[in-house]
């Protein structure tokens, strides 16, 4: 079972649970390659009826028609905005959102002669879906770190943007993921760490789930689909000598053909996992 699910996201979880009732609106951040699996439910348990605003990132990697009608079951929710991070009009439209909850907020307190202070937000999703990205548009610095990969937030770090405050987390995954398809769903879209995976594993999980979803992508390296261990290694097997990736004495390098397929599936654009 592909699973990861380090201290500190748990540590996270708790102090988030503990600090609830600050918070005016959590912003949950989702994959648009992956917009149900990039969910963590856990987040529902300690929202307590808080206004959310879904965001849904990484929008130009994707495809979008199906994405946007996978997006629709959290309208019941709250607002949802997906959107490309890197977009002209990605700040627009996001700062548009979050002041929205903060005019309404003032309005609740006008009616009752109260002051209306900066709206805290608390920014919450899986490693690697956009968190810090996403405050450093709206901050208009790069007030966060940033990286490719998960884990690279390890603190809370508060973030003033005039009308609203927010917070960054760690990114927080699932504490059991529940299934290999899940798990491959999100060490495809680099939620989880592939060095602290088992490498057959993960490439195993990886090529079947390409091959039920995007079985064209293979035909494009020309490898074929396949469902099972075995029929998996054939193919990479038949990779691996299809470029040439062999160690000095012309053994296949079976890892260094798994590590380039990975990245090759990571890197994929036009794509839905869902």
């Known amino acids: 079972m592909i699973n990861w699910y380090p201290g500190h996201m748990a540590k996270a979880l708790r102090e988030i649970k503990e600090k609830q009732k600050l918070f005016d609106l959590f912003i949950i951040m989702l994959d648009a390659r992956i917009p149900l699996s990039s969910f963590n439910p856990e987040i529902f348990k300690i929202i307590n009826q808080k206004s959310i605003l879904f965001v849904a990132t990484k929008l130009d990697k994707t495809n979008q028609e199906k994405s946007l009608k996978l997006l629709k079951s959290y309208e019941k929710y709250g607002k949802v905005i997906p959107c490309d991070l890197k977009a ?4 627009q439209k996001l700062n548009s959102a979050i002041n929205f909850y903060y005019e309404k907020l003032k309005e609740k307190n006008l009616a009752k002669n109260k002051l209306t ?4 937000c608390i920014v919450l999703g899986i490693p690697n879906v956009g968190k810090s990205t996403l405050i450093n548009l709206l901050a208009k610095t ?6 490719n990969m998960p884990g690279v937030t390890k603190h809370e770090q508060w973030i003033n943007c005039k009308n609203y405050l927010l917070l960054d987390t760690p990114g927080i995954l699932m504490p059991k993921i529940d299934s ?6 999100l060490a495809i879209t680099n939620a989880i760490r592939i060095e602290s995976l088992n490498l057959y594993e993960v490439i195993v999980e990886m090529y079947k789930l390409i091959s039920n979803q995007a079985p064209y992508v293979l035909q494009k390296i020309n490898l074929l689909p396949a469902f099972d261990e075995e029929n ?4 990479i097997n038949q990779y691996a000598i299809a470029n040439n990736i062999v160690k000095q004495k012309g053994e296949i390098d079976l890892n ?3 590590n380039l ?3 090759f ?5 036009n794509i839905i996992y869902d």
Do not use: C, H, W
């Not at 998996?232 to 193919?235: A, P, S």
């Not at 599936?265 to 654009?269: C, R």
């Open 88 to 91: 002209k009009n990605a700040y």
């Open 117 to 120: 202070p900066a709206l805290k």
């Open 142 to 147: 790069r007030s966060t770190k940033v990286g």
């Open 180 to 185: 290999d398809i899940t798990g491959a769903k």
């Open 232 to 235: 998996v290694f054939i193919q």
């Open 256 to 258: 260094k053909a798994i």
């Open 261 to 263: 397929l990975i990245k």
């Open 265 to 269: 599936f990571q890197n994929l654009d």
